[in-house]
Structure formats: structure tokens, C-alpha cells
């Protein structure tokens, strides 16, 4: 049987206007994750390297200049304040508590209090931190049947973790997180300012070795 393994990015960016505002992406075309205040870049998925970096940085670029036409920018921060008001409004306005009982985010520690599924963590009484991160999509399959082959999630879960401390640890984000996908499973303690490379790179040598 010959395995095929494959890696593809979703990486999550701010839409900024010039006070610094979170404009929602919905509005002016962008693609965006279903909470409608992040933008959501893709990757094509690949099993090698430079494909995925290169469409990747195809799609960055494109949206950044799109931002431009509006004055505004894309912003590669992985962490925004902002008041409780704000996120009960945008909640509000989008039906967005549909999907309170919906948080798919699994954690090989034993699972927070907050998962970063909404993208919204509690910053104190009367404020909220927003959250942008990079996922990492990982999944095996027979190259004759495209029958999905299980990988080891815990284990590549915690390799990731181990090269990563310091990037998570800066950005305030959980360790450990991933969520199940009917191609194998994604990766979601990454900030979205992690290097694309070392992301890359880092993740292909861990699922060529397990």
C-alpha cells in the first residue's frame, strides 16, 4: 500500500482599517472563518513544501492589496482587545450563538476552560481577547482506494508543541489543541505570526518520521 501524506494551512489575520479598527471581512469580499471577524487564508493542500508556502503567500498577497483598495490592511497579530459590548453586538448581529454548543476543539492535555474555537478569550471583567492562529491540516490516505489512514494525533500533537514553546507561550495560546476533519485532523496552537517555513518545514519532517 502507498501512503500518501499531505499538509495543507489555514492561517487567521485581522482586517484593519486606519484608526486600527476589526472591520468584518464579510463586508468588503474577503474570505473569512465562520465567526465573520477573521480573515482565513488557504493553502492548497500538498505533500511537499513549497506548493503550499507558495499559494499560501499567493493568497496574502492578493488580500493585502485588496485591503489597500479600502484603505486597510491585514493585520499579523495573533492577539486583539476588545470589549464585551463589541463581541455580544457581532454575536448578535450574525446569530453567531447558534453555535455555543458547537466547540469541536479537543486538547491532548485534557481540555481548558477556553478553547481557542471562537477565536474570543476572556481578558477580564469587561473585556475580551480576540485570537488569530495558523491551523495545520495533517492527513494520510491509500494512494489506490483514497481510503483515509488514521495518524497518530497525539503524537504528532505533542512533537508539535515541543518545537513550538516559545511561539505559543509569547502568543498566549492553548497547547495541545486539535480538531477532528473527515481528511485526518488539524493542528490549532499556532499563532498566526509563526514563520510559514519553520511551520512547514517543522511539520513535514514530524509526519515523514512517525
Not at 39 to 53: H, T
Not at 79 to 88: G, H, K, Q
Amino acid at each position: 500500500m502507498k501512503e500518501i501524506r499531505e499538509i495543507g494551512i489555514e492561517k487567521e489575520m485581522f482586517l484593519l482599517d486606519g484608526k486600527r479598527f476589526i472591520k468584518e471581512p464579510k463586508l468588503y469580499g474577503f474570505p473569512r472563518d465562520e465567526f465573520e471577524f477573521l480573515v482565513e487564508l488557504r493553502s492548497l493542500p500538498s505533500d511537499r513544501l513549497y506548493p503550499i508556502m507558495n499559494t499560501l503567500n499567493q493568497e496574502e498577497l492578493q488580500y493585502q492589496l485588496r485591503a489597500n483598495k479600502f484603505g486597510m490592511h491585514l493585520n499579523n497579530s495573533p492577539n486583539r482587545y476588545i470589549t464585551s459590548r463589541w463581541v455580544e453586538n457581532h454575536w448578535n448581529k450574525y446569530n453567531l450563538h447558534r453555535f455555543d454548543n458547537c466547540d469541536y476543539t479537543k486538547n491532548i492535555y485534557g481540555k481548558p476552560k477556553e478553547s481557542h474555537h471562537f477565536g474570543v478569550l476572556d481578558d477580564g471583567e469587561d473585556n475580551k481577547r480576540l485570537t488569530a492562529g495558523i491551523h495545520v491540516h495533517f492527513s494520510s490516505r491509500d494512494s489506490t482506494t483514497g481510503e483515509v489512514i488514521q495518524l497518530p494525533v497525539e503524537e504528532i500533537v505533542k512533537s508539535m508543541d515541543e518545537m513550538f514553546v516559545k511561539e505559543i507561550e509569547d502568543s498566549e495560546r492553548n497547547k495541545g489543541e486539535w480538531e477532528p476533519k473527515t481528511h485526518g485532523f488539524e493542528y490549532r496552537s499556532l499563532p498566526c505570526n509563526a514563520d510559514i517555513y519553520k511551520v512547514l518545514k517543522t511539520s513535514f519532517k514530524i509526519l515523514r518520521e512517525i
